[in-house]
């Protein structure tokens, strides 16, 4: 995707109503415009959570005197669950016990209360149950698209699965023979249910990629929902959406992949 079609996509998704207005306006799928917004708010939820918490004695205040969290949710661009989570610790009320009220809210006897978790339950895409499973089938679908792409060409591997407990991480899928690729051997492929932006691809390569490279060796990653076009690969890790696969298939039908 071209930079400027991102930049212009990313800055006009704020609220989750932006999403299909979005994608309508694009013509882009919905998931995509769903992906984009979800890694945005994270962001920005992430850079303002303890600004928020220093402000709980004031947002307390506001839901006692009636203010629905949902409410001041919106009011501070903030994700609802993770507003909720903030007050009920400055009330007293533990984390533990917390997720469970926005897990079981038919459990809550007091009625206010009950009300404010199923709101913020159904406001939150993000931080709710149903939010939260949403993330976890894309990125197994994900994964499991790949897997079924290396056992169609014929490229063994080991999975994370397979290798927990031997390494201190682990990529999503370890070849058994490399690939020869765009100059490299790829040794690892990894599948990201996201959108590689300069951000994101920036965390992955601090927090996992450059572990793999230094464990395995050259590796890539698959973002399902797209690059922009105009990213820099980091050395030793190739980037590409899913449209590398076709290239991919080349090497794939090399011996072993390693010649």
């Known amino acids: 995707m071209k930079r400027e079609t991102y930049s212009e996509i990313y800055y006009s998704l704020n609220r989750p109503d932006d999403i299909k207005r979005e994608a309508e306006r694009t013509g882009l799928p919905e998931e995509l415009m769903l992906v984009v917004y979800t890694q945005k708010t994270v962001r920005y939820a992430t850079k303002d959570y303890y600004q928020i918490v220093e402000m709980a004695p004031s947002l307390l205040r506001r839901w006692q005197r009636g203010e629905s969290m949902v409410k001041i949710a919106r009011r501070l661009n903030f994700p609802p669950i993770l507003l909720g989570l903030i007050l009920s610790s400055q009330s007293g009320v533990g984390r533990k016990k917390f997720w469970k009220m926005v897990r079981e809210p038919e459990t809550i006897e007091d009625k206010k209360l009950r009300v404010e978790m199923e709101a913020i339950r159904k406001a939150d895409i993000l931080y709710s149950p149903e939010g939260a499973q949403v993330q976890k089938d894309r990125g197994i679908k994900g994964e499991e698209k790949l897997a079924n792409w290396l056992n169609e060409h014929g490229i063994t591997y ?12 682990t990529p999503d899928f370890l070849l058994d023979e490399p690939l020869s690729f765009e100059g490299l051997k790829i040794k690892w492929i990894d599948s990201k249910a996201s959108f590689g932006d300069d951000i994101e691809i920036r965390k992955n390569n601090r927090k996992q990629f450059h572990q793999y490279v230094d464990l395995f060796g050259d590796g890539l990653v698959l973002y399902w929902f797209g690059i922009i076009d105009d990213i820099q690969s980091d050395g030793r890790v190739i980037v590409g959406d899913n449209s590398i696969l076709r290239e991919l298939e ?8 390693s010649s």
Do not use: C, H, S, Y
Not at 158 to 169: N, S
Not at 250 to 257: F, L, P
């Open 158 to 169: 080991r999975t994370e699965k397979d290798l927990r407990g031997k390494f201190p991480k």
């Open 250 to 257: 080349q090497a794939a039908t090399t011996t072993g992949g």
